[in-house]
T-cell receptor
Framework: KNEVEQSPQNLTAQEGEFITINCSYS?????LHWLQQHPGGGIVSLFM???GKKKHGRLIATINIQEKHSSLHITASHPRDSAVYIC??????????FGKGTKLSVKP | NAGVTQTPKFQVLKTGQSMTLQCAQD?????MYWYRQDPGMGLRLIYY???????DKGEVPNGYNVSRSTTEDFPLRLLSAAPSQTSVYFC??????????FGQGTRLTVV
């Protein structure tokens, strides 16, 4: 079993829809990262969380440490949000472990 | 700030050749990482360094070597390139309490 599991693997939405991507992990962590990778390959860090909730524009990330679960929400989705979204957890030793990613496609 | 600078962007090697992928960060981050990304596999950790002078193996270290002689630099060396090392490589860095920052990636083809 992977230490970091994301769901769904693929997601297609219509423009304007509210989107949720989930991440569950099975190891002790010091922080959780949400990353975005666009076609063409560049990876951008969206959030780093160790507790609670963070918001940046239309993006919201939450984490429940007790349940070992995090969610990334996108409100009023737009075609430019189409990308692969990756959850990564930072172990206490310092290394990052990645989920396999969720491929999001937002149709106009 | 440049963030994480990774070079080269593209490289073609012949089987058996060696080369070094360069990675530098200017954010004074303690932690640096090398990952490879293959279709259907996600990002897999090759090596990481928690601080200057320390390195640790990740999930797929065979065929690679690293060193961390300065805080800024974390080069990845391919000892004798094999076709199985054809991949996209990413360098990343992070500090305590900070987001992770990634290089632009290196697309390596071994023929």
């Amino acid at each position: 079993k992977n230490e970091v599991e994301q769901s769904p693997q693929n997601l297609t939405a219509q423009e304007g829809e509210f989107i949720t991507i989930n991440c569950s992990y099975s190891v002790g962590i010091s922080a959780l990262h949400w990353l975005q990778q666009h076609p063409g390959g560049g990876i951008v860090s969206l959030f780093m969380l160790s507790s609670g909730k963070k918001k940046h524009g239309r993006l919201i990330a939450t984490i429940n440490i007790q349940e070992k679960h995090s969610s990334l929400h996108i409100t009023a989705s737009h075609p430019r949000d189409s990308a692969v979204y990756i959850c990564a957890v930072r172990r206490s030793q310092g290394n990052l472990i990645f989920g396999k990613g969720t491929k999001l496609s937002v149709k106009p | 700030n440049a963030g994480v600078t990774q070079t080269p962007k593209f490289q073609v090697l012949k089987t058996g050749q060696s080369m070094t992928l360069q990675c530098a960060q200017d954010m004074n981050h303690n932690s640096m990482y090398w990952y490879r990304q293959d279709p259907g596999m996600g990002l897999r950790l090759i090596y990481y360094s928690a601080s200057e002078g320390t390195t640790d193996k990740g999930e797929v270290p065979n065929g690679y070597n690293v060193s961390r002689s300065t805080t800024e630099d974390f080069p990845l060396r391919l000892l004798s390139a094999a076709p199985s090392q054809t991949s996209v490589y990413f360098c990343a860095s992070s500090g305590t309490g900070s987001r992770a920052f990634f290089g632009q990636g290196t697309r390596l083809t071994v023929v």
